[in-house]
């Protein structure tokens, strides 16, 4: 090499060493970009000064590779913030959408509260009504629904307000809104006593209640999601089956209120098996409650 050459170099390392300290301080030095600046122009300084003969084809290779992967890094460096960028928008995008489905789902869920409240109201004030009501039924009738009673223990029947109740043990298979085939003839009983003359004039209010058991089948759970759908459901086919007996339809109406309604608390399953039951309602034709789903009354 030359002596030229020999001095830069010389100079060269004195000043990284010497200058290390005051390297250190300038925070752009210690970035990859400038650390490769840093070695390309070394060697491009070492490549024009070096011996007098010029530098031989490994050494300009060498360069070359140099430069190559300088300009790659710089490329995936780009990249990457390119990559982090995107990524931030993405975050704040998705926190955004977050938070208007959260307010959304919020706004929802207190609609819901809402709307079970009012239902709640309603359905209590619809309850108080029919325990309080007194029967309309008249003796006849009253006397053989009595004697009904005892001939199926498990058919119950209150003289006082004239409702009739009907554990689902007795008329579904678990699960089931379908009538049982082997279901005792309790309801075609009930039926031919309803159509007495006495009786004929009279509304008759089907309702369905469940214990607080969940559904939990799937091939049950596909009929009825909840105990809503099996409490309606089943008060729906005990309607079916009276009118297949000959009442008319006109005279009937039907509802559920799943759980909510128990006749004990869910602690046994003897309770449960008492809140689950299907209750029928003889209400007179002017009862406010039959006007609202009588077709001879009902504005609707």
């Known amino acids: 090499m030359s002596r030229h050459a020999l001095h830069l170099s010389t100079s060269y390392h004195t000043l990284t060493a010497g200058s290390h300290e005051d390297l250190s301080l300038n925070a752009n030095l210690t970035t990859p970009s400038t650390r490769w600046l840093l070695l390309l122009g070394a060697l491009a300084v070492l490549l024009a000064t070096g011996c007098h003969q010029g530098p031989d084809r490994r050494t300009q290779a060498s360069l070359m590779r140099s430069q190559e992967l300088y300009q790659q890094n710089m490329a995936l460096m780009q990249q990457r913030d390119g990559y982090a960028s995107e990524l ?24 819901l509260s809402n709307l079970a409240s009012a239902n709640g109201q309603l359905e209590q004030k619809v309850h108080n009504m029919l325990a309080s009501q007194r029967s ?27 409702v009739s109740k009907f554990p689902t043990d007795l008329l579904f298979a678990s699960g089931s809104d379908q009538i049982r085939p082997d279901a005792p ?4 009983e009930f039926s031919r006593i309803m159509n007495d003359l006495n009786t004929k004039h009279l509304r008759i209010l089907v309702v369905g209640h469940t214990d607080d058991e969940a559904i939990s089948k799937p091939a049950t759970r596909a009929k009825h999601p909840t105990n809503w759908h099996l409490s309606t459901n089943r008060a729906n086919s ?15 109406g039907s509802a559920g209120y799943s759980m909510f309604q128990p006749r004990s608390p869910n602690l046994s399953e003897k309770d449960r098996q008492a809140n689950r039951r299907v209750e029928i309602f003889v209400l007179p034709a002017d009862s406010p409650l039959a006007q609202n789903w009588d077709p001879a009354h009902s504005v609707n």
Do not use: C, W, Y
């Open 88 to 111: 931030a928008g993405i975050r704040h995008t998705h926190d955004t959408e977050k938070m208007a489905l959260q307010q959304s789902l919020d706004i929802a869920n207190q609609r």
């Open 136 to 162: 309309p039924l008249p003796d006849s009738a009253t006397r053989e629904l009595e004697d009904l009673r005892r001939r199926f223990p498990d058919f119950e029947f209150d003289p006082i307000t004239g």
């Open 185 to 188: 003839p309790v309801l075609q």
């Open 238 to 252: 005990v309607v079916l089956a009276l009118s297949k007996s000959g009442v008319a339809d006109t005279r009937m």
